[in-house]
């Protein structure tokens, strides 16, 4: 994916669905720690990117684009997030009770595309059996491949 640091910084400020103080360690290469210590930030999430901050800073020190990755519910008030093709490299989150840690697994669990594709495409489905209507044809997509409710013919 391309993007570039104005566009990440202009997405970082805006209204975040998710946001709070937690605790985080990331994974460093090269480190002979590859698990530090634990460090407040701020984290955000907004749209599919989880944004972390240092406490007194407001442009962002990392970011996470939730795509092809897994949130895992880690202990009882920690979750997880590792990347399909870097299994190994896991970033850690530790929240202030199991019920923040609980909505945060949900957050992020729902952020991604692919989810976001699949939530369009059951309730594009359950309308079309409601009204007999595509709610997608008054915007002129109702024929694109990504929003068809059955796989084309091969």
């Known amino acids: 994916m391309r993007f570039n640091e104005k566009e990440l910084l202009?997405?970082?400020?805006?209204?975040?669905e998710k946001a709070a103080e937690l605790s985080m360690r990331a994974p460093k290469k090269g480190s002979v720690f590859l698990y530090p210590v634990l460090k407040k930030r701020l984290v955000k999430l907004v749209v599919n990117f989880l944004f972390y901050f240092r406490a007194d800073e407001e442009e962002p020190i990392g970011a996470l684009l939730l795509e092809h990755c897994r949130v895992m519910k880690e202990k009882e008030k920690g979750f997880s997030i590792n990347f399909i093709d870097e299994p190994d490299r896991k970033y850690i989150?530790?929240?202030n009770s199991r019920e923040q840690c609980e909505e945060w697994v949900e957050a992020l669990t729902n952020a991604s595309y692919e989810f976001m594709r699949r939530s369009l495409l059951f309730y594009r489905n359950e309308i079309l059996k409601m009204t007999g209507k595509d709610p997608l044809e008054q915007y002129g997509i109702s024929d694109e491949s990504r929003f068809q409710l059955e796989p084309p013919d091969t």
């Open 10 to 16: 202009s997405l970082s400020r805006q209204r975040a």
């Open 93 to 95: 989150f530790e929240c």
